[in-house]
């Protein structure tokens, strides 16, 4: 789903003029630094769906985004919304677009699900094993791609929790997980709730996750 959504929204940004000619080649890299999804229900194997994406309003160095999942007969799987900035590939610092001809216009559909909030992490937290990014989770931003902080969190988490319906995710990306980098990643399950950190010299990501009652159900067609 993650994956989806960051590449819908890098190519529908390439479609307004602020791709690669005007970001990558000139040293300047979109980077995600909050994500939020809210999720009604998911499509089944083989279910045609529809991913829509659009920008808000650009805040000071913050580019909004917002998604939404639906069926062909037009319910609602998932909304989802994110924040991204540009920052500098060399120094890693945030940019100011406007120094850069970069400006992306905001559209306003009333269909727009919440912008990620900040939240607080439970004081004790467990730790779990240490992780060591590989090869095949970095991006060509250099760092652990966003997406798979959503795999590190589930094989952490105990494993009946893979099976839980997930009702809501928020994620704040701190600090970048580099190739090679080892993090503690540390949870804490609380009912319906589960929240992780991971940290190597410094905090890396938080995430939050909320769970519905109910539990994914395993179809097995026999023919």
């Known amino acids: 789903l993650f994956s989806m959504l960051q590449e819908t ?3 529908h940004t390439t479609l307004l003029g602020a791709g690669r000619e005007k970001t990558l080649d000139q040293g300047l890299l979109w980077v995600v630094v909050y994500q939020y999804a809210k999720i009604h229900s998911l499509p089944c194997y083989d279910e045609n769906f529809i991913l829509e994406s659009w920008p808000g309003k650009t805040m ?3 580019f909004p985004r917002y998604y939404r999942l639906t069926g062909t007969a037009g319910e609602l799987f998932a909304e989802a919304s994110s924040l991204w900035v540009l920052v500098d590939e060399k120094t890693r610092a945030m940019v100011f677009p406007e120094e850069h001809d970069i400006m992306i216009p905001g559209t306003k559909t009333g269909s727009e699900t919440d912008l990620p909030r900040r939240f607080v992490l439970p ?4 730790e779990g094993p240490s992780f060591t990014v590989p090869p095949s989770y970095v991006d060509m931003n250099g760092h652990m791609n966003n997406a798979r902080y959503f795999d590190l ?3 952490t988490l105990p ?3 893979s099976e839980r319906k997930l009702h809501e995710i928020t994620a704040e990306y701190v ?4 190739l090679g980098e080892t993090m503690t990643v540390s949870y804490q399950v609380t009912g319906k709730e589960a929240f992780l950190a991971g940290a190597t010299q410094q905090t890396v990501f938080r995430m939050r996750m909320r769970f519905d009652t109910g539990y994914y159900k395993r179809i097995v067609t026999v023919q």
């Open 9 to 11: 929204a890098i190519e």
């Open 60 to 62: 000071h160095t913050l």
């Open 123 to 126: 004081k004790e937290m467990t």
């Open 153 to 155: 969190a589930f094989d």
């Open 159 to 161: 494993i009946e929790y």
């Open 175 to 178: 600090n970048e997980a580099k």
